[in-house]
């Protein structure tokens, strides 16, 4: 079974500027999910996605962040513009619906803004 | 308010020993807990995972143990191999439905010594 694909894995851009990551999640798996993970922290949720819909976004800074995920399948997140304290490693994961199954994540894309 | 707590950023361990790598949670709604395995530059792998109903949970070398009114739970890797070296995250979640959210700990770096 191929894994989650996550693109770009490093970017850096300067603070105001924009960014794109974009996210391919397991085949079937209708769950999935962002993840920003600063250094020295665990992954924190900042988005789910139950198909094409939002289950939770209650962590996301909205006036900057923004996810979609079309058609249920492929995902992106941007971020606009960016802020110093972005810099992280933004995890995309995800699941099979329902039950306590666990994630599978993504290789990661790593954001630093200077 | 960091509800998943691991309290010990590292751990150096002999290879052939017992590895005790611990986490403290402060939500009582949590009822299902999952230990996340992650090497540099890769997303995290699902490890193993326990359920409030139980009190142990054992895969080949990896036992996860659960008490409830302390609010803790350990993972043991035994015996310890090169191999498992690497940063070991908590994870809780609760069981309502078609929401999988989990919260991280910050992490335990575990070097195993050859």
């Known amino acids: 079974e191929a894994g989650v694909a996550q693109s770009p894995r490093y970017k850096i851009i300067e603070k105001r500027q924009s960014v794109a990551f974009w996210c391919n999640p397991i085949?079937?798996?209708?769950?999935l999910y962002w993840y920003q993970q600063i250094l020295g922290q665990g992954p924190k949720l900042l988005i789910q996605?139950?198909?094409?819909?939002?289950?939770?976004d209650s962590q996301l800074p909205k006036d900057r962040f923004s996810a979609e995920r079309l058609k249920g399948v492929d995902s992106t997140l941007k971020i606009q513009p960016a802020k110093l304290e972005d810099s992280a490693v933004y995890l995309c994961a995800s699941s099979p619906f329902g039950g306590n199954s666990p994630l599978h994540f993504g290789n990661g894309t790593r954001l630093t803004v200077t | 308010d960091q509800q998943v707590k691991q309290n010990s950023p590292s751990l150096s361990v002999q290879e052939g020993r017992i590895s005790i790598l611990n986490c403290d949670y402060t939500?009582?709604?949590?009822?299902?807990f999952l230990w996340y395995k992650k090497y540099p530059a890769e997303g995290p792998t699902f490890l193993i995972s326990?359920?409030?109903?139980?009190d142990k949970n054992e895969d080949g070398r990896f036992t996860v143990f659960l008490n409830k009114s302390a609010k803790h739970l350990s993972l043991h890797i035994v015996p310890s191999q090169p191999g498992d070296s690497a940063v070991y995250f908590c994870?809780?979640?609760?069981?309502?439905?078609?929401?999988?959210?989990?919260?991280f700990g910050t992490g335990t770096r575990l070097t195993i010594i050859p």
């Open positions: 939500n009582s709604m949590f009822d299902y």
């Open positions: 996605f139950q198909n094409n819909g939002v289950v939770d």
């Open positions: 994870a809780a979640g609760g069981s309502n439905f078609g929401n999988e959210k989990l919260t």
């Open positions: 085949s079937g798996h209708a769950t």
């Open positions: 326990i359920s409030s109903i139980k």
